[in-house]
Every structure is written in C-alpha cells, then in structure tokens.
C-alpha cells in the first residue's frame, strides 16, 4: 500500500491492517485489571508524588531566604506564589502540548525540568534568578500533574475507572504531606539549598518515565498513529496476559 493510502486510512479512522479506533477502545475495555496496570500507575504515581515534593518546599524554605536576602512582605509574597502561578499557567498549557505530542513525553519532560529547576535553584544568590526559576518550576508541575492523570484515566477500562483513578490522585497530597515532613528536618538541620538538591534527584525519574511507560494507545488512535496504536496495545495485552496468567477474553 503506497504512503497516500496509508494515511487516507489512518484519516478516516482505518489503519492498513484494519485496526480502528473503535477496536482500540474495545480492547481496552476486555483488559482485566493486572499487575502491569499497578505497575504503570505506581510509576506515574511516584513521579506525581515528588512534583508535589517539590512544590511544598518553598513554605519551608522562606524563614531561611527572608534573613538571607533581606525580603521585603510583598517579596516573600511573590516567593510564596510565583510557583503557584506556574502551576495554573502550565496546567493551561499542558493539555494542548499533551494531545499534540504524547502524554509520556510531556510527563517526562515536566519531570525532568521540575529536577533541572530545582538544582538551579540551589545556585541562587538573589531573589530575581529565584523568582524566574520557580516560575519555571511551577510550570512543570502544573503541566505534570493533569496530563498524568488523564494519562491514568485512558489505561484504564471504563468499569471501576473513578477508584483507579482517584487512588492515583491520592499521591499528591501525600507528596505534600511527606515534603512538609521531611523539609521541617532537613532545612533547619542542612539549610534550604540542600532540601532543594535533595528535590533534584527524582527528575531522574524522566528516564524511567520513558523506558517503562508505553505511550497511550487511546491518544495514538486519535491522532491516526493506528498502526503504532495496535503495536502499543498487542504488547499491553502481552503483559497483562502473563500477569493473569490467562487467556484474554475474545
């Protein structure tokens, strides 16, 4: 079939080996729930835990950067916000660089920025550098945070969807929680610059990101990669076969 063909098929929702996106969705939906999904949202959910991680440190870091730096009210306000407005800002961003670019990378690349930024940050001497980079730092997280969950959401068949979801969700506020836990010991103990070192580790996470979560097979159809679609989805299959240790049903 010439290259034309090709992509009149994927255009009207047929690939050349006659998968659909209706067929996607339909293999989804006879998907038991298996190890390998576990598996996907505890690495999803771990990297949704340390971008929670990363935005709580601030609150505990400010004591320190207000006597170091001599701020003012309103530049402690604008330490306190600055991530916070990332966040909206990336979170508004985010849904159109995920449909256009893939769910896994832009999970991946918000990690791998969130761990650069945080780095960075130990290097700041002033408050405009750290201003600018939290900004930076908010945007990765408010882009993570929703495609991830989204991302969640499309694994997963249709029946007990709202649980399987929202025990995922459940890892940001307990990244809140242990950030505030482990900050309140760590910064008056090793000072801000080290919790913020400390915060840089888990953008390693990107890799694991890429190397062990497919790309969703839902977005591909939709965006007329049927073939790569139906490779994705055959190797799910694959493994949540081998996790039942059952056939699949037909």
Request: charged letters at 15%; one cysteine or more; glycine letters at 8%.
């Amino acid at each position: 079939m010439s290259t034309d063909t090709s992509k009149d098929a994927a255009a009207s929702g047929i690939s050349p080996a006659g998968t659909t996106r209706a067929t996607i969705a339909a293999r989804f939906e006879r998907l038991p729930l298996s190890r390998w999904h576990v598996t996907v949202r505890l690495i999803v959910g771990v990297v949704t835990f340390f971008e929670a991680f990363d935005q709580l440190l601030i609150a505990y870091a400010l004591p320190e950067l207000r006597d170091e730096w001599q701020l003012s009210t309103g530049d402690a306000t604008a330490v306190l916000t600055v991530g916070s407005a990332g966040m909206l800002v990336g979170a508004l961003l985010s849904g159109r660089l995920a449909d256009r670019y893939g769910r896994v990378k832009v999970i991946a690349y918000c990690v791998a920025a969130s761990g650069l930024v945080s780095l960075a940050l130990t290097a700041c001497t002033s408050l405009t550098p750290f201003l600018a980079l939290r900004f930076v730092q908010g945007l990765a997280i408010g882009g993570e945070v929703p495609v991830a969950a989204a991302f969640i959401s499309e694994i997963t068949r249709s029946f007990k969807r709202g649980r399987f979801v929202l025990l995922y969700e459940l890892v940001f506020p307990a990244g809140l929680t242990i950030g505030a836990l482990v900050a309140a010991w760590v910064v008056p103990a090793a000072g801000w610059r080290v919790m913020f070192a400390v915060a840089a580790v888990p953008g390693l996470l990107a890799f694991l990101v890429q190397r062990g979560v497919p790309e969703s097979p839902r977005w591909l159809a939709e965006r007329g990669r049927l073939d790569e679609a139906d490779a994705v989805m055959t190797e799910i299959e694959a493994k949540v076969s081998a996790a039942t240790g059952e056939p699949l049903p037909h």
